[in-house]
């Protein structure tokens, strides 16, 4: 995931139904198969004596160390997920779930992205968040319509051509 949820607070997001899947199944990994493991590992390395200068035992709590912390940031993430249901938006505007056909229209390039909650984004899927400045520029958007983005390289004209 590129970005992970806030756990200190009580913001809730939009998220797919696939996604609020996939954090649930990652969360049961972890406490099911992942824990038991480190757990054995750490009792092994135990075994070996001294733990002051015993780097099988610092390698598994450190690993353990960042698996709860992951438990927890799913735990928050599953309490504040708000799953995106059907939606009531009229067919053919951008929301959450939605695949984007888009022009740039300054380099004539098209791209399609699908708009999904922040837990899922990933651009290398081209998956984008609906928080980033495309995605939020994007929604409520339909076809034919042109969105102006400022992105990191400056101000960005998209033209929506097909919403699925």
Do not use: C, W
């Not at 990933?122 to 400022?150: C, F, Q, T, W, Y």
């Amino acid at each position: 995931m590129a970005s992970e949820p806030a756990t200190g607070n009580n913001s809730q997001f939009v998220v797919t139904a696939e996604g609020y899947k996939k954090l649930q199944e990652e969360l049961e990994f972890l406490k099911t198969v992942k824990a038991p493991q480190v757990a054995e590992r750490i009792k092994q390395a135990t075994s070996y004596g001294d733990l002051s200068e015993n780097a099988e035992y610092e390698e598994a709590k450190n690993e353990q160390g960042f698996m709860n912390g992951r438990i927890i940031e799913l735990e928050a993430a599953l309490r504040n997920a708000v799953v995106m249901e059907k939606s009531t938006a009229p067919a053919g505007v951008v929301e959450v779930g939605s695949k984007v056909r888009v022009l740039d229209m300054e380099y004539k390039e098209e791209d399609e992205y699908t708009i999904v909650g922040f837990t899922e984004s990933d651009p290398a899927r081209m998956h984008i968040s609906n928080e980033s400045p495309i995605g939020a520029a994007l929604l409520g958007a339909k076809k034919g319509d042109v969105v102006s983005v400022h992105t990191p390289g400056g101000l960005t004209k998209l033209k929506v051509l097909k919403v699925t």
